[in-house]
């Protein structure tokens, strides 16, 4: 019997990007630049249904592709955010198209933040300079159903003031007082009247229930093992601490072997493990 309605092709084959128009680039520094995409076929944006901390293959026709981690909320519905970083060939050629113009991308892929778990306990969200691009996701997730969790406290740390990504959200988030948002940079310039130091610094002052809360950090791997430590000196649990880990990907679907973390692949095991996993994994950490 033939079925009333083929399903769509593009949602099986996971090798076949599907086309996707930008519809904003917003600059956020010298490097980085936020680009909203709206999958252009009605059945793929049904299709991309994603969590915080997941990953999509971005493809710009004729030079490559590259995984990015989606930055909006999955409550943002019909677009997705990407913050990129201009890093080589795929991510310069992505900085230099215009709104309107048309690039593929393939996903969602791997393990994000175990949000339903999280809720009902504090949050402590880690980032240091582009590691924000996921967790942004995470906070904005939070924002949407923010009376289902506590405390929320977000430590971010960047190397210099210009850096500093989604400077006009952070604003936004400093004048709320259901988050604790605290910025601190490695180098001050004159304009720069906030912190200075890592971000490691900011935990002595933190107050926090160890039994309650749950942590995600992200950021350039040698940030994890100090902020672990700071968070195992308060007593969290291993196994509340989620880490994200960035590893080179080619196919994002568990068949290359190319992100291969200890006896796991990044790209489906991961990128988000808990700390417990993550200390089992070789090389992780
Ligand atoms: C799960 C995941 C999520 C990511 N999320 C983001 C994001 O949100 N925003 C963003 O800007 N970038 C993100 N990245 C990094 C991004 O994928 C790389 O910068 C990109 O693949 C570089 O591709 P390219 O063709 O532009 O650079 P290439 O021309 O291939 O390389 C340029 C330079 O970048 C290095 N490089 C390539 N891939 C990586 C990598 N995975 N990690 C570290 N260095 C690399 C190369 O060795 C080379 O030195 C993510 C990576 C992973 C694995
Ligand atoms: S990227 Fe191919 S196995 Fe993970």
């Known amino acids: 019997m033939i079925p009333a309605t083929r399903p769509a092709a593009r949602a099986v084959n996971p090798y076949r990007p599907w086309p996707a128009r930008i519809t904003s680039i917003l600059e956020l520094t010298e490097k980085e630049k936020l680009f909203e995409i709206r999958l252009i076929d009605p059945a793929a944006r049904d299709a991309f249904s994603?969590?915080?901390?997941?990953?999509?293959?971005?493809?710009i026709f004729g030079v490559g592709e590259a995984p990015i981690s989606i930055s909006s909320a999955p409550s943002k519905q019909g677009f997705i955010e990407l913050c990129v970083r201009d890093a080589g060939d795929v991510t310069g050629a992505l900085h230099r198209k215009r709104c309107g113009d048309v690039i593929g991308i393939r996903g969602p892929f791997g393990r994000g933040f175990?949000?339903?778990?999280?809720?009902?306990?504090?949050?402590?969200?880690?980032?240091?300079?582009?590691?924000?691009?996921?967790?942004?996701?995470?906070?904005?997730?939070?924002?949407?159903?923010?009376h289902e969790f506590g405390k929320v406290t977000i430590l971010y740390g960047s190397r210099t003031p210009d850096e500093i990504l989604f400077r006009r959200q952070f604003q936004m988030?400093?004048?709320?007082?259901?988050?604790?948002?605290?910025?601190?940079?490695?180098?001050?310039?004159?304009r720069w009247t906030g912190r200075t130091g890592l971000v490691t610094g900011l935990?002595?002052?933190?107050?926090?229930?160890?039994?309650?809360?749950?942590?995600?950090?992200?950021?350039?791997?040698?940030?994890?093992?100090?902020?672990?430590?700071?968070?195992?000196?308060?007593?969290?649990d291993v196994d509340k601490?989620?880490?994200?880990?960035?590893?080179?990907?080619?196919?994002?679907?568990?068949?290359?072997?190319?992100?291969?973390?200890g006896h796991q692949y990044a790209c489906i095991d991961g990128p988000v493990f808990n700390y417990w996993?993550?200390?089992?994994?070789?090389?992780?950490?």
């Open 50 to 59: 994603f969590e915080s901390g997941q990953f999509a293959e971005v493809s």
């Open 173 to 190: 988030w400093q004048h709320r007082d259901d988050f604790d948002l605290i910025l601190t940079v490695d180098e001050a310039d004159d």
């Open 277 to 285: 996993e993550a200390m089992n994994l070789q090389e992780a950490i």
């Open 114 to 146: 175990p949000f339903e778990e999280m809720k009902g306990n504090d949050i402590l969200l880690v980032a240091g300079g582009l590691g924000i691009a996921p967790l942004k996701s995470l906070i904005n997730h939070i924002h949407d159903t923010r």
């Open 241 to 261: 601490i989620y880490v994200s880990f960035e590893r080179r990907m080619k196919c994002g679907v568990g068949k290359c072997g190319h992100c291969g973390v």
């Open 203 to 236: 935990f002595e002052e933190l107050d926090i229930d160890p039994a309650d809360t749950w942590a995600a950090i992200c950021g350039p791997p040698v940030m994890y093992k100090y902020v672990i430590a700071e968070m195992r000196k308060k007593q969290m």
